[in-house]
């Protein structure tokens, strides 16, 4: 039973963690499956532990030695080190990382990494780009410094206590920047940005993706126009303070508004001028697609059909990605969704893999998710017909293509931590590996005749021809891949980005996209030529996927604009090129010509560039409680560059993977780091990003040649299995005395092991007399396998409560213990069975009421389907049901015996721009198993989480041993709690969500914002009533009872405030008084 009535008002942690245990075990939600058990293995070193799983191959040479360099590099800008080493946790595809049990959140597609605050641990994905690990493991890093400095005093587990202020903003642009300095991947969004005038002030208004970028501008601002030093000053007095606004006044001597006005006028001088300098899309093209006019946001990877009539693209138009078949003007023809003639699957993949369509135009073939293994679909979007699952012993298969004879797909995939290229043969369904290299090969696409594969290609190790491109790093070329021999031939050789390329229908021309001049832009050549290249567009944003007609009528592409993506169509490509080279950004023109400032140099008071002092301190280093120290030389004033003895360093010349591997075929590895640090102080880090490699300064190949590999994770390198240890997630307690409750105590403690496989959650609340008032909790959760398990016991003594007044009413004692085994289908489906003992004793405050006891063994069977989106105060779009069935056996110490059936149904329908509109059918009965009346009934009225909640103290009273077994079917508003009770229950929500006020800000006396209150108008429909009950000879009631109102919701950050105003009514001649709801939680 959910016993509303017997919560004291201040036992606040219990509260917690029975909504932490309760989501666990019941309810909605979506599922992390297990679907393969993993080995863990573990590189020990001084500062940081490298975790893999079983397919270990190359992966954790390569991983061990980018974090080497990254922990190196942020120890020197930070002058910080670990005690503790950092968990990194590195697993061998996105496929297998979406399933971590690290975190409980679900990750959405496109999360590339983590790190969780309590214990400081790290978890990458590798995608099949070393290039992109590495900017990965190093951004990942520089967060698990960031949490290592602000709770260096009191530890992770205790970070809901810690004072420390840090932005949002500037935890992850400072992930960035400390990462990647600045490049053009940052450059070209902030650019858009800027022109469209949606870049904030550095303040909680920077949010989302925004938040990195925008966060990584401004402190590229800071760096470039106050000069190093001052940089320098700023991370060391953060790191002193823990506090990033109070660290800026401080050290540039001006508040981060103030700074940050002057970083917007410096974007608009930047990027203004590029409005003039750059062509208008709708003057060449023709949008095929308008995020602006149908409210989604990408519409991604167009492929058009071999008769030019149709293209295929990506899209979440209504929320959900699907696959839309458009014609030329856009009109939608077919579409593909995730449920439907295509099957049933997980998800897309529309940031990482393309589709491509069969040579007669009658299939599109696709990659998805499902079952935990990613798969090659082929539908026949004419009959509308699933035709094959292609499923393969490959991870992040992507961007397939297919050949012209019909016969074969080539796609890309990681097997044993690298990323290649295979080809299917659909007749034989064999699979021939095609290359086989650590280099990171992607958007394989055929040559009309079938004899080549045009690809790009990039050496994430360093070995490419350019390894100091104009970005830090090797950049991506294209190549030629010819069938009948196996040869490689790379047909590009700059220093800029080539990826994404595509064949012109005879064969001879290429169009692929560069961002040789700051933009991503499209370019065509000759195949035999390619350092002719003429560009086809000029625009702002970037440009991605071109796909040429196989009549060369036509080329389609996507174009990000307006923070949003776009499928564009250019008509007669080849006439249409331009004849000039593109005008450089001014973010390349700075790169190479230092004369050229990207942002101006800002005069600073003298004693703002200098470095801030520590405090004195015993002996050479300060240690904390265990969480970390700070470095310390004979002078902390020094430059950074003299070294902590207390870190130690590994110098060799040119160091190589290869050395370490021994006679693994690996490339050589180029330790960028100090390529890419600015001067002596070493303020931005290096590190690499994929599109394109990032890089503040210029590099030369002299200085290459001298390069030194310095580690400060140096350790043992022994390769060691996984051992299980708990450690604490959360450790709570609490005292404190008061005139009414007496001495009061409570406690919250929560242990998992690394991986978050084995959870284990220990509570205690305790007030006054331990025979009056006492809380105890203890269970286990195991979730390592496909099938999550659980066990616990529990042990209560409290009052029941009339009202919110704590006016009592009965004295309850209760222990029990349950058991649960959650078996998940799918990341939307799961089967349920649990479990529990229940031993109940009820003592009225008032004598002439009898004691009331009871014992139950209630085993439970449920199935739940959730696939919802949420919106900013409840569900979006989607639907989400259960069913259940409760049983009390007829056994002797059983002291009732029923069996019940409920089912709860919840629709959402997304209408337009966060209108909704919410449906719920709840139906339930409950039957006797022998001659007395069912002990299980149904509870009616009210709202969920009511806290100013009221309750019908007779039914109450007549119901005081079925409260037991019953449950509170909410919301039903317009009443008040157990208004209306039987052992049957039919009840329709119907609701219309709305957006109502944008934004109230609020100044004196308590400074406060509160954004996106959504309002309600709602109607509530049902009954219920006993098996019995007789209407017109049907066991149906006799009068449906009701209400309706209106509401608003507000999302506060911590939880969500409810408003209802409900009128009952029998929607026939009367109408009750209100009664009004101040509730707490989500909406249904």
Same mark, same amino acid.
């Given at each position: 039973?959910?016993?509303f009535?017997?919560?004291p008002?201040?036992?606040f942690?219990?509260?917690?963690?029975?909504?932490?245990?309760t989501? !666990?075990?019941?309810?909605?939600g979506?599922? #992390?499956?297990?679907?393969?058990?993993?080995?863990?293995?573990?590189?020990?070193?001084?500062?940081?532990?490298?975790?893999?799983?079983?397919?270990?191959?190359?992966?954790?040479?390569?991983?061990?030695r980018?974090?080497?360099i990254?922990?190196? @590099?942020?120890?020197?800008?930070?002058?910080?080190?670990h005690?503790? $080493?950092?968990?990194?946790?590195?697993y061998?595809?996105?496929?297998l990382?979406?399933?971590?049990?690290?975190i409980? !959140?679900i990750?959405p597609?496109?999360?590339?990494?983590?790190t969780?605050?309590?214990?400081?641990?790290?978890?990458?994905?590798?995608?099949?780009?070393?290039?992109?690990?590495?900017?990965?493991?190093?951004?990942?890093?520089a967060?698990?410094? +960031?949490f290592g400095?602000?709770?260096d005093?009191?530890?992770?587990?205790?970070?809901?206590?810690?004072?420390?202020?840090?932005?949002?903003?500037?935890?992850?642009?400072?992930?960035?920047?400390?990462s990647?300095?600045?490049?053009?991947?940052?450059?070209?969004?902030?650019?858009?940005?800027?022109?469209?005038?949606?870049?904030p002030?550095p303040?909680?208004?920077?949010?989302?993706?925004?938040?990195?970028?925008?966060?990584?501008?401004?402190?590229?601002?800071?760096?470039?126009?106050?000069?190093?030093?001052?940089?320098?000053?700023?991370?060391?007095?953060?790191?002193k303070t823990?506090?990033?606004?109070?660290?800026?006044?401080?050290?540039y001597?001006?508040?981060?508004?103030?700074?940050?006005?002057e970083w917007?006028?410096?974007l608009?001088?930047i990027?203004?001028?590029?409005?003039a300098?750059?062509?208008?899309?709708?003057?060449?093209?023709?949008? +095929?697609?308008?995020?602006?006019?149908?409210?989604?946001?990408?519409?991604?990877?167009?492929?058009i059909?071999?008769?030019?009539?149709?293209?295929?693209?990506?899209?979440?138009?209504k929320?959900?990605?699907?696959?839309?078949?458009?014609d030329?003007?856009?009109?939608?023809?077919?579409?593909i969704?995730?449920?439907?003639?295509?099957?049933f699957?997980?998800?897309f993949?529309?940031?990482?893999?393309?589709?491509?369509w069969?040579?007669?135009?009658k299939?599109l073939a696709?990659?998805?998710?499902n079952?935990?293994?990613?798969?090659?679909?082929?539908?026949?979007?004419?009959? #509308?017909?699933?035709?094959?699952?292609i499923r393969?012993?490959?991870?992040?298969?992507?961007?397939p293509?297919?050949?012209?004879?019909?016969?074969?797909?080539?796609?890309?995939?990681?097997?044993?931590g690298?990323?290649?290229?295979?080809?299917?043969?659909?007749?034989?369904?064999?699979l021939?590996?095609?290359t086989?290299?650590l280099?990171?090969?992607?958007?394989?696409h055929?040559?009309?005749?079938?004899?080549k594969?045009?690809?790009?290609?990039?050496d994430?190790?360093?070995?490419?021809?350019?390894?100091?491109?104009p970005?830090?790093?090797?950049?991506? !070329?294209?190549?030629?891949?010819?069938?009948?021999?196996?040869?490689?031939?790379?047909?590009?050789?700059?220093? %800029?980005?080539?990826?994404?390329?595509?064949?012109?229908?005879?064969g001879?021309?290429?169009v692929?996209?560069?961002?040789?001049?700051?933009l991503?832009?499209?370019?065509?050549?000759?195949?035999?030529?390619?350092?002719?290249?003429?560009?086809?567009?000029?625009?702002?944003?970037?440009?991605?996927?071109?796909?040429?007609?196989?009549?060369?009528?036509?080329?389609?592409?996507?174009?990000?604009?307006?923070?949003?993506?776009?499928?564009?169509?250019?008509?007669?490509p080849?006439?249409?090129?331009?004849k000039?080279?593109?005008?450089?950004?001014? %973010?390349?023109?700075?790169?190479?010509?230092?004369?050229?400032?990207?942002?101006?140099?800002?005069?600073?008071k003298?004693?703002s560039s200098?470095?801030?002092?520590?405090?004195?301190?015993?002996?050479?280093?300060?240690?904390s409680?265990?969480?970390?120290k700070?470095?310390q030389?004979?002078?902390?004033?020094?430059?950074?560059?003299?070294?902590s003895?207390?870190?130690?360093?590994?110098?060799?010349?040119?160091?190589?993977?290869?050395?370490?591997?021994?006679?693994?075929?690996?490339?050589?590895?180029?330790?960028?780091?100090?390529?890419?640090?600015?001067?002596?102080?070493?303020?931005?880090?290096?590190?690499?990003?994929?599109?394109p490699?990032?890089?503040t300064?210029?590099v030369?190949?002299?200085?290459?040649?001298?390069?030194?590999?310095?580690?400060?994770?140096?350790? @043992?390198?022994?390769?060691?299995?996984?051992?299980l240890?708990?450690?604490p997630?959360?450790?709570?307690?609490?005292?404190?005395?008061?005139n009414y409750y007496?001495?009061?105590?409570q406690?919250?403690?929560?242990? @998992?092991?690394?991986?978050?496989?084995?959870?284990?959650t220990?509570?205690?609340?305790?007030?006054?007399?331990?025979?009056?008032?006492?809380?105890?909790?203890?269970?286990? +959760?195991y979730?390592?396998s496909?099938?999550?398990?659980?066990?616990?016991?529990?042990?209560?003594?409290?009052?029941?409560?009339?009202?919110?007044?704590?006016?009592?009413?009965?004295h309850?004692?209760?222990s029990?213990a349950?058991l649960?085994?959650?078996?998940?289908?799918?990341t939307?489906?799961?089967l349920?069975?649990?479990l529990?003992?229940?031993?109940?004793?009820?003592?009225?405050?008032?004598s002439?009421?009898?004691?009331?006891?009871?014992?139950?063994?209630?085993?439970?069977?449920s199935?739940?389907?959730?696939?919802?989106?949420w919106?900013?105060?409840? $569900?979006?779009?989607?639907?989400?049901?259960?069913?259940?069935?409760?049983? @009390?056996?007829?056994?002797?110490? +059983?002291?009732?015996?029923?069996?019940?059936?409920?089912?709860?149904?919840?629709?959402?329908?997304?209408?337009?721009?966060?209108?909704?509109?919410?449906?719920?059918?709840?139906?339930?009965?409950?039957?006797?198993?022998?001659d007395?009346?069912?002990a299980?009934r149904?509870f009616?009225?009210?709202?969920?989480? %009511?806290?100013?909640y009221?309750i019908n103290?007779?039914?109450y009273?007549?119901?005081?041993?079925?409260s037991?077994?019953?449950?509170?079917?909410? $919301?039903?508003?317009?009443?008040?709690?157990?208004?209306?009770?039987?052992?049957?229950?039919?009840v329709?929500?119907?609701?219309f969500?709305?957006p109502?006020i944008?934004?109230?800000?609020?100044?004196?006396?308590? $400074?406060?914002?509160?954004?996106?209150?959504?309002?309600?108008?709602?109607a509530?429909?049902?009954?219920? %009533?006993?098996?019995?009950?007789?209407?017109?000879?049907?066991?149906?009631? !006799?009068?449906i009872?009701?209400?309706?109102?209106f509401?608003?919701?507000?999302?506060?950050g911590?939880?969500?405030?409810?408003?209802?105003?409900?009128?009952?009514?029998?929607?026939?001649?009367d109408?009750?008084?209100?009664?009004?709801?101040?509730?707490?939680?989500?909406?249904?």
């Open positions: 039973m959910n016993n009535f017997s919560m008002v201040n036992s942690l219990l509260l917690l963690l029975i909504i932490f245990n989501s !666990e075990i019941s309810g909605f979506k599922n #992390k499956v297990q679907y393969s058990a993993l080995s863990w293995w573990m590189r020990p070193s001084t500062h940081y532990t490298l975790y893999y799983h079983q397919d270990k191959n190359t992966l954790p040479e390569i991983a061990n980018w974090i080497d990254a922990y190196k @590099s942020l120890s020197d800008k930070l002058n910080f080190t005690d503790t $080493p950092i968990p990194i946790i590195l061998g595809n996105p496929t990382f979406a399933h971590t049990n690290i409980s !959140e990750l597609e496109g999360v590339g990494g983590f969780e605050v309590f214990k400081n641990r790290i978890a990458v994905p590798f995608n099949g780009s070393y290039t992109e690990l590495r900017h990965v493991l190093h951004h990942e890093m967060h698990a410094f +960031v400095i602000i709770f005093k009191f530890g992770g587990a205790s970070a809901m206590f810690n004072n420390a202020q840090i932005p949002f903003w500037f935890n992850e642009g400072s992930a960035e920047y400390l990647t300095g600045w490049n053009c991947e940052a450059d070209m969004f902030l650019m858009e940005q800027t022109l469209n005038n949606t870049v002030l303040s909680s208004q920077l949010g989302g993706y925004m938040a990195y970028k925008a966060g990584q501008s401004f402190l590229h601002f800071l760096h470039k126009s106050r000069g190093d030093s001052a940089f320098s000053s700023f991370l060391k007095q953060f790191r823990k506090m990033v606004d109070n660290s800026i006044l401080k050290v001597k001006k508040t981060t508004e103030d700074l940050g006005k917007l006028k410096e608009r001088r990027y203004w001028p590029e409005i300098q750059r062509e208008d899309p709708s003057t060449k093209c023709k949008f +095929v697609t308008s995020h602006l006019k149908t409210k989604d946001q990408y519409n991604l990877r167009p492929r059909s071999p008769d030019g009539e149709k293209i295929a693209f990506f899209s979440d138009r929320d959900y990605t699907r696959i839309l078949i458009t030329k003007k856009g009109k939608v023809i077919h579409q969704r995730q449920t439907g003639f295509g099957g699957f997980e998800s993949h529309p940031f990482r893999s393309g589709m491509c069969s040579p007669d135009g299939q696709f990659v998805t998710l079952k935990g293994r990613d798969e090659i679909r082929i539908v026949n979007v004419v009959k #509308k017909k699933l035709v094959k699952k393969l012993p490959l991870g992040s298969i992507s961007s293509d297919w050949s012209n004879n019909g016969k074969e797909i080539v796609f890309s995939a990681i097997t044993d690298v990323s290649d290229l295979f080809i299917y043969n659909l007749d034989s369904d064999s021939i590996r095609l086989e290299s280099q990171y090969e992607a958007d394989p055929f040559s009309p005749d079938g004899q594969i045009l690809f790009s290609i990039e994430t190790c360093g070995t490419a021809t350019h390894p100091n491109s970005y830090g790093s090797t950049p991506s !070329e294209l190549a030629i891949l010819d069938l009948p021999t196996g040869n490689i031939s790379i047909i590009t050789n700059t220093k %800029w980005n080539e990826k994404q390329p595509c064949f012109s229908p005879d001879k021309s290429i692929y996209v560069s961002d040789r001049n700051g991503d832009n499209l370019y065509i050549c000759s195949i035999d030529s390619t350092e002719k290249s003429r560009p086809l567009t000029d625009f702002v944003g970037g440009c991605s996927n071109p796909d040429w007609a196989l009549d060369s009528s036509c080329i389609v592409f996507s174009l990000f604009q307006n923070q949003g993506w776009d499928v564009l169509l250019i008509e007669n080849e006439n249409k090129l331009l000039d080279s593109l005008l450089t950004t001014q %973010w390349v023109k700075s790169w190479s010509d230092s004369s050229a400032l990207f942002f101006n140099k800002a005069e600073i003298a004693d200098t470095e801030l002092k520590e405090p004195a301190r015993s002996g050479k280093k300060h240690r409680s265990g969480k970390g700070f470095l030389s004979k002078n902390d004033d020094d430059d950074d560059s003299t070294k003895e207390s870190v130690s360093h590994k110098n060799s010349d040119s160091s190589t993977i290869k050395d370490s591997l021994k006679n693994l075929p690996v490339a050589t590895v180029k330790d960028s780091s100090s390529q890419n640090d600015i001067d002596s102080t070493k303020i931005a880090a290096s590190d690499t990003s994929q599109s490699p990032p890089s300064s210029p030369t190949d002299s200085d290459s040649s001298q390069q030194k590999t310095d580690t400060a994770a140096t350790g @043992s390198s022994k390769e060691l299995p996984y051992r240890k708990f450690t997630d959360m450790v709570a307690f609490g005292l404190g005395i008061s007496s001495p009061a105590g406690m919250l403690l929560s242990f @998992s092991d690394l991986m978050g496989d084995h959870r284990i220990v509570a205690a609340d305790i007030q006054g007399n331990f025979k009056e008032y006492m809380h105890l909790f203890a269970s286990y +959760v979730l390592r496909r099938a999550d398990v659980g066990a616990g016991g529990f042990f209560n003594k409290d009052y029941s409560y009339a009202d919110i007044f704590g006016r009592r009413l009965y309850d004692q209760e029990g349950f649960f085994i959650r078996f998940p289908f799918s939307f489906t799961r349920d069975l649990e529990l003992y229940r031993d109940m004793k009820r003592d009225p405050l008032s002439e009421d009898p004691v009331v006891e009871s014992t139950a063994l209630l085993p439970s069977f199935f739940t389907f959730d696939n919802i989106l919106g900013i105060t409840g $569900p979006l779009n989607g639907v989400r049901a259960t069913s259940k069935i409760l049983l @009390s056996p007829p056994l002797d110490f +059983v002291n009732d015996h029923f069996i019940s059936f409920d089912t709860d149904i919840r629709a959402y329908l997304h209408l337009f721009n966060r209108f909704v509109w919410a449906n719920r059918v709840f139906l339930g009965i409950s039957k006797s198993l022998d007395r009346a069912s299980r149904y009616l009225g009210g709202n969920d989480n %009511w806290f100013s009221s103290e007779q039914n009273d007549q119901n005081i041993y079925n037991f077994y019953s449950d509170f079917v909410t $919301p039903f508003r317009g009443y008040n709690y157990l208004d209306i009770t039987g052992s049957r229950v039919a329709l929500n119907s609701e969500r709305f109502f944008r934004e109230i800000s609020v100044v004196w006396p308590l $400074p406060m914002q509160i954004r996106y209150i959504n309002g309600a108008f709602f509530d429909i049902g009954n219920a %009533w006993n098996g019995d009950d007789r209407n017109h000879g049907l066991p149906l009631p !006799e009068k009872y009701g209400g309706f109102g509401g608003m919701r507000a999302d506060l911590i939880f969500i405030l409810r408003f209802d105003r409900g009128w009952p009514t029998d929607w026939r001649r109408v009750g008084k209100p009664i009004n709801y101040f509730s707490l939680g989500a909406e249904y």
